[in-house]
């Protein structure tokens, strides 16, 4: 029986970690939930993530693991035959820095578009809509360059690690997907190949039906 535990629920960026721990052979107990789903599960996620934030992980020590960019390199650090990281150090260091980058620039302005009264108090709806606006723009841009400055070296091993996993997961939200389907083909491309992969097509699948 497993001894850890995501926090997570479908659509969500959980899917990148369930992924993650699928394919580094880890067995882990779900719990359905999230802020905008009261219930059991968000009372459990609330005593170990005081911002009922998902993705959660509790490891078997009952470390507390958010934010899905750490998530992923802790599980990539602690299970180096895993994949989820590369073993050289310079590729290694870029695939890390490359979560942080879709965690810093791309997660971020995402959160702005989905919540941005949070971000303007006082804000009438002109006043949201132009935050909204600005912010899917410069979530585009970031796409744009995350394609540039990564997509050489992605899905380079033919297997998706954490940053491959991160980057389709976060990818689906917002309308980055038809603006790299137009502004990087290839890229977008890449994106579906991950997504196809027989070790996590049915995660994807399932998360995201057709």
Known sequence: MSNLTLFGTQGSGSAAIEAALTMAGLPFEQVEASSWQPGPGLEALARVNPLQQIPTLVLDDGTVLTESAAILIELGLRHPDSGLLPAHPTARARAIRG???????????????????????GADDDDVERIRAGSRERLHR????????????????????????????VSKWSGSRPHLQQARPEFHALLLTVEQHPAVAEIFARHWPA
């Open 142 to 169: 970031h796409w744009s360059l995350f394609a540039e400055q990564f997509g050489s070296t992605f899905m380079a091993g033919g297997r998706p690690g954490a940053l491959e996993l991160l980057a389709t997961v």
């Open 99 to 121: 979560l942080v980058f879709v965690a810093a620039n791309c997660y971020a302005a995402i959160s702005i578009i989905d919540y941005p009264a949070r971000w303007c108090v």
